[in-house]
């Protein structure tokens, strides 16, 4: 970004200039995605214009989709979206990898629940029957891209949250149960605004859209092991859909 490159009665409006600057050195990469931009005081000093004008140029950039404003947070460069495939075996840390991205995570809660509704359905519970709910959030090269709660019958798995917490895998954890591998049944995919947990764990505008999966996966008798339910943060990722893989 090239203050001079900023002239006074050009014909073109200051924030226009600035706004056009940082849009094309995005594009040109001289700004790498997921970079965080300087202050709008900064901006402002930077480039002998007041706040307001640098506010402006940055509206306009965030309405074009190249930059993200987090409250609180500071400005972003929108990363690429990250293609998250659903197959009939979908693992959250081998999709992360093969975007050549670095996978990560943590626990926001564990503990014992009574099923209801769609968990008790999809677990083929009865109402109020105990289940374990595990809250995670992925992380692709550090950044938050989903909120997920797995919910397990607490009868069959009633060790699963010490396993999880050991082991940090799903996978891992119902390997100890017998379960050596699980399957996609069915994905069900649906849109909303998020809460405002779900926007402050994903870092995302409240104004921005999520991606809500739900999901059953099952083992290799047919019989669920898993009900899961994950918000994606819908500027960060999009599913792909491979039913035949």
Not at 131 to 157: N, Q, W
Request: with cysteine; charged share 30%; net charge negative.
């Amino acid at each position: 970004m090239d203050p001079s490159k900023v002239k006074r009665g050009s014909g073109v409006s200051l924030w226009r200039q600035i706004e056009e600057q940082i849009s094309d050195d995005i594009a040109g990469g001289m700004i790498a995605p997921g970079s965080r931009l300087p202050t709008e005081h900064e901006f402002a000093e930077r480039f002998h214009v007041n706040r307001h004008t640098v506010r402006r140029a940055m509206k306009a950039l965030e309405q074009e989709g190249l930059i993200r404003i987090e409250q609180g947070r500071g400005t972003f460069v929108h990363e690429h979206v990250i293609d998250y495939p659903v197959r009939r075996r979908t693992r959250f840390t081998e999709n992360i990898m093969a975007q050549r991205r670095q996978p990560g995570g943590w626990v926001v809660l564990s503990e014992r629940v009574k099923a209801t509704g769609d968990v008790a359905e999809a677990l083929e519970v009865e109402d109020g029957a105990p289940v374990s709910l595990i809250r995670t959030i992925g992380e692709a090269d550090g950044r938050p891209i989903s909120v997920a709660d797995h919910y397990f019958c607490a009868e069959r798995f009633p060790g699963m949250i010490e396993a999880f917490e050991e082991s940090r895998s799903i996978s891992t954890a119902l390997a100890q149960f017998g379960v050596a591998d699980f399957f996609r049944k069915i994905t069900r995919v649906t849109t909303r605004m998020p809460d405002a947990d779900e926007s402050q764990l994903l870092s995302q505008p409240p104004n921005r859209p999520v991606l809500v999966a739900e999901s059953i996966n099952v083992d290799a008798d047919g019989k669920p092991v898993e009900y899961g339910l994950t918000r994606f943060a819908g500027d960060r990722v999009q599913l792909l859909f491979e039913p035949s893989s």
